[in-house]
T-cell receptor
Framework: EAQVTQNPRYLITVTGKKLTVTCSQNMNHEYMSWYRQDPGLGLRQIYYSMNVEVTDKGDVPEGYKVSRKEKRNFPLILESPSPNQTSLYFC??????????FGPGTRLTVT | LAKTTQPISMDSYEGQEVNITCSHNNIATNDYITWYQQFPSQGPRFIIQGYKTKVTNEVASLFIPADRKSSTLSLPRVSLSDTAVYYCLVGDDVGSARQLTFGSGTQLTVLP
């Protein structure tokens, strides 16, 4: 089954404690992205990647890092999380067409 | 990127046809129109995409007039499970992973 998986699905952490949210896709897609969704602000792109070792900033990259060492994986790294990064995070992948496949989401709370 | 305008919310009853219109006055020649559906706490899901005239698939139809300045997503005979937020996206990002902007979307509520 074609899918995008994210882990963990829920995470509560404290300010400053580094964390990583993993994302994996099994569709051999070249393009992958991370988004955050906040009430009233819609979906905003954090980072995106067009292929292995090729990443670029989206609309709200501050406080986040990503890496793309393998085609299927695109982890999101928060080196020093802050409360304003409390949000619902989605990973997505797609091929050259427009249809994006989104993961189930990771609900992060930073206290 | 073309800006889109959609109604904030719509209500409908089960079994009715629902039409959600999206305005995109500054759509460019190469832009496509894409609609996504999102349920609470889930990632958006692709519904349909079109360039002009009419596109139909197993879940929806997309109507695009000749001037392409608007489009209408048509959901036939909605059920309670169609309650969701619907997003209209316009743009041309072939060859780029750069995201087409998701606006605020239209909250569709289907009532029994």
């Amino acid at each position: 089954e074609a899918q995008v998986t994210q882990n963990p699905r829920y995470l509560i952490t404290v300010t400053g404690k580094k964390l990583t949210v993993t994302c994996s896709q099994n569709m051999n897609h070249e393009y992958m992205s991370w988004y955050r969704q906040d009430p009233g602000l819609g979906l905003r792109q954090i980072y995106y990647s067009m292929n292995v070792e090729v990443t670029d900033k989206g609309d709200v990259p501050e406080g986040y890092k990503v890496s793309r060492k393998e085609k299927r994986n695109f982890p999101l790294i928060l080196e020093s999380p802050s409360p304003n990064q409390t949000s619902l995070y989605f990973c997505a992948s797609r091929d050259i067409r427009y249809e994006q496949y989104f993961g189930p989401g990771t609900r992060l709370t930073v206290t | 990127l073309a800006k889109t305008t959609q109604p904030i919310s719509m209500d409908s009853y089960e079994g009715q046809e629902v039409n959600i219109t999206c305005s995109h006055n500054n759509i460019a020649t190469n832009d496509y129109i894409t609609w996504y559906q999102q349920f609470p706490s889930q990632g958006p899901r692709f519904i349909i995409q079109g360039y002009k005239t009419k596109v139909t698939n197993e879940v929806a139809s997309l109507f695009i007039p000749a001037d392409r300045k608007s489009s209408t997503l048509s959901l036939p005979r909605v059920s309670l499970s169609d309650t969701a937020v619907y997003y209209c996206l316009v743009g041309d990002d072939v060859g780029s992973a750069r995201q087409l902007t998701f606006g605020s979307g239209t909250q569709l509520t289907v009532l029994p």
